[in-house]
Each structure stands twice: as structure tokens, then as C-alpha cells.
């Protein structure tokens, strides 16, 4: 089965650093499109960053303090963050696009979440 789970969500002080990590199996891991996305109380879920083949991006508002990397051995995905800001307490969600196999040579594709880690940055 296609799963993913989030883990390192933590309470941490402005300034601090965190990183999150993102389990994933059932799938073709390393063709696959990684997303982080967050949601703070009250605001819609918007994307954060993502990881797609040897590229990745991350948005505007963590620029240069964000930085998402992937252990295709592993299957594993990373959110890296620094210089944590009040505004970045939300539920991290990672998320995945790809395809698994269901036989020789045929594919089916989908769409996962994980369940969420929580990162609290406050005094």
C-alpha cells in the first residue's frame, strides 16, 4: 500500500531549527513528485516545497531559510528548516504523486498524504 508518514514536528523556539521527515512506501519512490505542504489554524493548506526528479523549489515565504532534499535509497524525504518564525506554526503534510505497480509492465497512478506533524515556533 501507498503510505507516508511525517515525523520530527516539534516545539521550537523563534530562530531555531527543525527538520521533518517524510516515509514513504508502496511506490516508485525516486520518479515520483514530493510535495511538503502546511496549514496554520484558520489559513488554507499552501505549499511549501517540492522535490521533482533532480529538481526542487520551495515558496517565496521560506526562501533561503527552507530546504527540501530526498534519500531515494532510503525513500525518504526531508524538510530542512531554519531560522523558524512565529508564522511558520502549522501541521506539515507530506504529500506524493506517482505511480505504483499492479503487474508486469502496467502502472496505476495516485495521489497521498501522510497524517501530519505539528511545528510550533513560540517563546
Known amino acids: 500500500q501507498v503510505q507516508l508518514v511525517e515525523s520530527g514536528g516539534d516545539l521550537v523556539q523563534p530562530g531555531g531549527s527543525l527538520r521533518l521527515s517524510c516515509a514513504a512506501s508502496g511506490f516508485t519512490f525516486s520518479s515520483s513528485v514530493i510535495n511538503w505542504y502546511r496549514q496554520a489554524p484558520g489559513k488554507e493548506r499552501e505549499l511549501v516545497a517540492t522535490?521533482?526528479?533532480?529538481?526542487?523549489n520551495v515558496a517565496d515565504a521560506v526562501k533561503g531559510r527552507f530546504t527540501i532534499s530526498r534519500d531515494n535509497a532510503n525513500n525518504t524525504v526531508y524538510l530542512q528548516m531554519t531560522s523558524l518564525k512565529p508564522e511558520d506554526t502549522a501541521v506539515y503534510y507530506c504529500?506524493?504523486?506517482?505511480?505504483?505497480?499492479?503487474?508486469?509492465?502496467?502502472?496505476?497512478?495516485?495521489?497521498?498524504w501522510g497524517q501530519g506533524t505539528q511545528v510550533t515556533v513560540s517563546s
Open positions: 504529500n506524493a504523486e506517482g505511480v505504483y505497480s499492479i503487474g508486469p509492465g502496467h502502472y496505476k497512478r495516485f495521489t497521498s
Open positions: 522535490s521533482a526528479g533532480g529538481s526542487s
